[in-house]
T-cell receptor
């Protein structure tokens, strides 16, 4: 069974650019969540996707957007990058059955540096 | 709004000593509580969770935590530290199971021989 994978591992961008991060869910999982982990901080919830639709969002501006594809893989897009966007971005996949959300399995993350 | 406070950004113990990592939470509804571990260059791994029922929760790798509603605490313990326990530990709270987890700032556990 393949776990959650993320690409790329590391990325360097300059302020104002746009970036796309990718996540492949664990087999059988239909829900993907994205978290931002700044240096020395705990992860912060960005948003969650379930069956290709956004299903909850944290306190992040609209320039953070996402997609979930029919195979349940996902993308996180960030426009107009700011220096404070430098962080480790974690993807987590899980299963949702009705109103029950099951354990999230995290990928190793993508380290984004904005210069 | 929910929140988590982890007391101590770093905790140092000797191998074989008791591990105690502190977590206090704030929630307006009965919380779901979690402890995760993060090793360098890896994602988070669930150690244990509290949903309902028994307040003493046992997890993987010999860790356990006790939910104390009166103290709004969910401290993580392990009777005897091992070198392999050195990592970053995060406490998290949610009001909807495994959705929208709110994490603390983490505690780095250092284990010396």
């Amino acid at each position: 069974e393949t776990g959650v994978t993320q690409s790329p591992t590391h990325l360097i961008k300059t302020r104002g650019q746009q970036v796309t991060l990718r996540c492949s869910s664990q087999s059988g999982h239909n829900t993907v969540s994205w978290y931002q982990q700044a240096l020395g901080q705990g992860p912060q919830f960005i948003f969650q996707y379930y069956r290709e639709e956004e299903n909850g969002r944290g306190n992040f501006p609209p320039r953070f957007s996402g997609l979930q594809f029919p195979n349940y893989s996902s993308e996180l897009n960030v426009n107009a990058l700011e220096l404070d966007d430098s962080a480790l971005y974690l993807c987590a996949s899980s299963t949702r059955q009705g109103a029950t959300y099951n354990e999230q399995f995290f990928g190793p993350g993508t380290r984004l540096t904005v210069l | 709004a929910q929140s988590v406070t982890q007391l101590g950004s770093h905790v140092s113990v000797s191998e074989g000593a008791l591990v105690l990592l502190r977590c206090n939470y704030s929630s307006s509804v009965p919380p779901y509580l979690f402890w995760y571990v993060q090793y360098p260059n890896q994602g988070l791994q669930l150690l244990l969770k509290y949903t309902t029922g028994a307040t003493l929760v046992k997890g993987i790798n010999g860790f356990e935590a006790e939910f104390k509603k009166s103290e709004t605490s969910f401290h993580l313990t392990k009777p005897s530290a091992h070198m392999s326990d050195a990592a970053e530990y995060f406490c998290a709270v949610s009001d909807q199971g495994f959705q929208k987890l709110v994490f603390g700032t983490g505690t780095r556990l250092l284990v010396s021989p």
